[in-house]
């Protein structure tokens, strides 16, 4: 059964430090819009089966990106981008429906699913454009590849808010003082 919260992976994220630092240089008060990032996945996971790496980019870029006047890999870095291109017409631009349709191929071949992607996916599931994700690179340091993103703080529900942020009561605000 699909489950709609982002999940614990995002949770652990968001409560550990990313809501405590958008609560404390935006106070929810909307002044910052923007929360850019990164997600990636490990070669090492992946190196066996470079399609299901290529498929799993092209759904996020498919549903959430492909925007090239934002961000675009510099040419040293773009060793990995143009290969997902093949696959962007196995998915429809719905994101629920490519989502399952890509995770029970990964199952089905046996491959991890990496679930931080399909958390942050949950984020923007119908497609809002609240979340934006851009070309990947590969990052021969950590040997992953990796994924920028955008997610527009301002579409984060009041749910989400508490859930990520929890209560603002909580947050040692003076560990962020300098």
């Known amino acids: 059964m699909e489950r709609e919260n982002p999940g614990v992976g995002l949770l652990s994220i968001w409560r550990g ?3 405590p630092l958008v609560y ?3 106070g929810l008060t909307n002044e910052k819009k923007y ?3 990164q997600v990636s996945l490990q070669a090492k996971d992946y ?3 470079m399609e299901s ?3 799993i980019f092209a759904l996020f870029l498919k549903n959430f ?7 675009y890999p510099k040419e040293t870095l773009n060793v990995f981008c143009n290969s997902f291109y093949p696959y962007l017409e196995e998915f429809e631009g719905n994101y629920k429906n490519d989502a399952k349709k890509l995770k029970t191929f990964l199952k089905e071949n046996g491959i991890h699913v990496p679930s931080l992607f399909f958390h ?3 984020l923007d599931s119908c497609n809002s454009g609240s979340l934006k994700m851009f070309l990947p690179v590969y990052n021969s340091l950590l040997d992953c590849y990796e994924m920028a ?3 527009d703080l301002n579409s984060l529900s009041d749910a989400h808010k508490k859930m990520f942020i929890g209560d603002t009561n909580d947050i040692n605000l003076s560990a962020f003082d300098e």
Request: aromatic share 14%.
């Open 24 to 26: 404390r240089y935006n």
């Open 149 to 151: 993103l955008c997610y």
């Open 65 to 71: 990106g492909l925007s090239l006047n934002m961000i």
């Open 47 to 49: 190196s066996l089966n």
């Open 53 to 55: 790496m290529n498929k």
């Open 35 to 37: 929360l850019f990032g």
């Open 17 to 19: 430090g990313l809501g």
């Open 120 to 122: 942050y996916g949950n």
